[in-house]
T-cell receptor, first 113, second 113 residues
Framework: NAGVTQTPKFQVLKTGQSMTLQCAQD?????MSWYRQDPGMGLRLIHY???????DQGEVPNGYNVSRSTTEDFPLRLLSAAPSQTSVYFC????????????FGPGTRLTVT | AQSVTQPDIHITVSEGASLELRCNYS??????LFWYVQSPGQGLQLLLK??????LVQGIKGFEAEFKRSQSSFNLRKPSVHWSDAAEYFC???????????FGAGTILRVKS
C-alpha cells in the first residue's frame, strides 16, 4: 500500500491564481480530511469528508473547496490564491468515523506571492 | 469548544536524559487522545493513542503517555532520549463529530549531545 499520497510536494503561486492539491489513499478509508500547518498554530482542519459524496467544513474553510467523487480521492481547490494561504497542507484519512486514528500524507508546501 | 494546550514551544534535553512533554485538553466527554511526531520536512507519524482502559499507554520508539482525567492531561514521556528524537511533537484530541482532530500548537524538541 502507498498509504496517503499528495501531489505536488511544492508549489509557488501568484496571488489570484487557482490550483488543486491532490490527495489519494489506497486503504479504502471512508474518512478523509485536509489540514493546514502554520508555525505556532499546530494543524487546523480545513474540510473533511465522511464518505464519497459527503463533505463538510472544518475550522478554516474560507478560500478552499473540496469534493469527494470517489472513496480514494479528495482534492483541495484554491479558488483565488492569497498570501495568507501560504502554508503546508496535509491530507489525512482514517478507516471510519469510529476509529479516529488518522494517517497523514507527506504534505504540500505552498507559497503564494 | 474543544482545545489542546501544549505549554512548551521549545524543549532542549541532553541525549540520554529523560523527557516529558506536556499536553492539556479541554473536552466535555471522554476524549480520544493522540501524540504525533513530525520530523523536519516530513508528515505526521502516530506515536501512541488513548481511547479507554489502562491510563498508561505505550507507543512506538520507546514513548509512553499517561492519561490523567482529573488534570485533563496526557503527557508524553521517554526515559532516555536519543538524538534521533529531535522533532516536533503534537498532541491531539479526537472523539469529535465527523472524526475531527484538534491539535495543539506543537513542542519542538532539541537534543544536545
Amino acid at each position: 500500500n502507498a498509504g496517503v499520497t499528495q501531489t505536488p510536494k511544492f508549489q509557488v503561486l501568484k496571488t489570484g491564481q487557482s490550483m488543486t492539491l491532490q490527495c489519494a489513499q489506497d486503504m479504502n478509508h471512508e474518512y478523509m480530511s485536509w489540514y493546514r500547518q502554520d508555525p505556532g498554530m499546530g494543524l487546523r482542519l480545513i474540510h473533511y469528508s465522511v464518505g464519497a459524496g459527503i463533505t463538510d467544513q472544518g475550522e478554516v474553510p474560507n478560500g478552499y473547496n473540496v469534493s469527494r467523487s470517489t472513496t480514494e480521492d479528495f482534492p483541495l481547490r484554491l479558488l483565488s490564491a492569497a498570501p495568507s494561504q501560504t502554508s503546508v497542507y496535509f491530507c489525512a484519512s482514517s478507516y471510519s468515523t469510529g476509529t479516529h486514528e488518522q494517517y497523514f500524507g507527506p504534505g504540500t508546501r505552498l507559497t503564494v506571492t | 469548544a474543544q482545545s489542546v494546550t501544549q505549554p512548551d514551544i521549545h524543549i532542549t534535553v541532553s541525549e540520554g536524559a529523560s523527557l516529558e512533554l506536556r499536553c492539556n485538553y479541554s473536552y466535555g466527554a471522554t476524549p480520544y487522545l493522540f501524540w504525533y511526531v513530525q520530523s523536519p520536512g516530513q508528515g505526521l507519524q502516530l506515536l501512541l493513542k488513548y481511547f479507554s482502559g489502562d491510563t498508561l499507554v505505550q507507543g512506538i520508539k520507546g514513548f509512553e503517555a499517561e492519561f490523567k482525567r482529573s488534570q485533563s492531561s496526557f503527557n508524553l514521556r521517554k526515559p532516555s532520549v536519543h538524538w534521533s528524537d529531535a522533532a516536533e511533537y503534537f498532541c491531539a484530541v479526537g472523539g469529535l463529530e465527523g472524526n475531527k482532530l484538534v491539535f495543539g500548537a506543537g513542542t519542538i524538541l532539541r537534543v544536545k549531545s
